[in-house]
């Protein structure tokens, strides 16, 4: 399969989709849509180690993908279970709320 | 051939604009999974269908699962769609939505300026992946292990306090 993108294109699409994310987190205040951004930002980051593997021809980039999937997996678990408790305290899932918590 | 590269990147810029701009949270979560699925097709691409399989099982499937029984749990419907509504106003998103431009601008600038040559893609199979996986990155592996585990006991001990103080609100309830 003869088939070739440049590099530079693919990394612009990886920091692009990273920045989205990153503007997501910054403006909202919905607990879920933060969640949501992270997830974004986090895949952008795996995107950019899969570019980069693909580049150099070597496997590892797709490992690092693997480890960031695990990491992504575990995170939004205990921030979804924290967003349970938010609602269970405050009745709202407005994340200035949490500046409250204590414990 | 590469141009299926750009539609599928542009698609995914596309969906993911959409995504964190959306009042109601599942057309957000839908729009992300769109996102998603073109990164899968780009993984594809470029030659690494093993995480391509994976985009879609674990991101497209466990995690988006995750965040639809979050939002059908907590059922806000109409009243976070109105809370959203007030908070995304003009003031709110134009400072980080400048800022955050003005980043994706200088990195723009950055990578473009680099000299890099083309992508040649050289697809490689699971079984080379799985090969270095399981060889030098054993340790890897393994402290993968450890970070699932602790992701599993938090979950645990938050939802196990949670049921904690709901019977014990019920049972003051019946005295």
Same mark, same amino acid.
């Given at each position: 399969?003869?088939?070739?993108?440049?590099?530079?294109?693919?990394?612009?699409?990886?920091?692009?989709?990273?920045?989205?994310?990153?503007?997501?987190?910054?403006?909202?205040?919905? &607990?879920?849509?933060?969640?949501?951004?992270?997830?974004?930002?986090?895949?952008?980051?795996?995107? !950019?180690?899969?570019?980069?593997? !693909?580049?150099?021809?070597?496997?590892?980039?797709?490992?690092?993908?693997?480890?960031?999937? !695990?990491?992504?997996? &575990?995170?939004? &678990?205990?921030?979804?279970?924290?967003?349970?408790?938010?609602?269970?305290?405050? $009745?709202?899932?407005?994340?200035? $709320?949490?500046?409250?918590?204590?414990? | 051939?590469?141009?299926? @590269?750009?539609?599928?990147?542009?698609?995914?810029?596309?969906?993911?604009? +959409?995504?964190?701009?959306?009042?109601?949270?599942?057309?957000?979560?839908?729009?992300? #999974?769109?996102? %998603?699925?073109?990164?899968?097709? /780009? @993984?594809? *691409? +470029?030659?690494?269908? *093993?995480?391509?399989?994976? =985009?879609?099982?674990?991101?497209?499937?466990?995690?988006?699962?995750?965040?639809?029984?979050? /939002?059908?749990?907590?059922? +806000?419907?109409?009243?976070?769609?109105?809370?959203?509504?007030?908070?995304?106003?003009?003031?709110?998103?134009?400072?980080?939505?400048? %800022?955050?431009?003005?980043?994706?601008? =200088?990195?723009?600038?950055?990578?473009?300026?680099?000299?890099?040559?083309?992508?040649?893609?050289?697809?490689?199979?699971?079984?080379?992946?799985?090969?270095?996986? *399981?060889?030098?990155? %054993?340790?890897?592996? =393994?402290?993968?292990?450890?970070?699932?585990?602790?992701? #599993?006991?938090?979950? *645990?001990?938050?939802?196990?306090?949670?049921?904690?103080? =709901?019977?014990?609100?019920?049972?003051? +309830?019946?005295?």
């Amino acid at each position: 399969m003869s088939f070739a993108v440049p590099f530079e294109h693919a990394m612009m699409l990886a920091g692009i989709l990273f920045f989205i994310g990153l503007a997501g987190v910054m403006v909202r205040r919905d &607990s879920i849509f933060i969640l949501l951004s992270l997830e974004v930002m986090l895949n952008a980051a795996g995107f !950019a180690l899969v570019v980069a593997g !693909a580049q150099w021809r070597e496997v590892d980039g797709q490992i690092m993908f693997l480890f960031i999937l !695990a990491v992504a997996a &575990s995170e939004v &678990s205990i921030g979804l279970a924290l967003v349970l408790w938010l609602y269970h305290w405050h $009745k709202t899932i407005d994340i200035d $709320k949490a500046s409250s918590m204590r414990g | 051939m590469s141009t299926a @590269f750009y539609i599928a990147g542009a698609v995914a810029i596309i969906s993911t604009l +959409l995504a964190i701009t959306r009042i109601n949270a599942v057309h957000a979560l839908l729009y992300l #999974l769109v996102s %998603l699925l073109s990164v899968a097709l /780009i @993984f594809l *691409f +470029l030659g690494a269908p *093993f995480v391509a399989a994976f =985009e879609v099982i674990i991101y497209g499937g466990a995690i988006m699962v995750l965040f639809a029984f979050v /939002i059908m749990m907590l059922g +806000l419907g109409h009243k976070a769609m109105a809370q959203e509504r007030g908070w995304l106003t003009l003031t709110v998103w134009l400072g980080p939505a400048l %800022l955050t431009a003005v980043l994706i601008i =200088e990195l723009l600038y950055v990578v473009y300026s680099g000299p890099f040559p083309m992508i040649r893609v050289v697809p490689t199979t699971p079984r080379e992946v799985a090969a270095r996986l *399981f060889g030098p990155y %054993l340790l890897g592996v =393994e402290l993968v292990s450890v970070v699932l585990l602790l992701g #599993l006991v938090g979950a *645990f001990h938050l939802a196990y306090q949670l049921g904690k103080k =709901e019977r014990e609100r019920k049972r003051g +309830l019946h005295q």
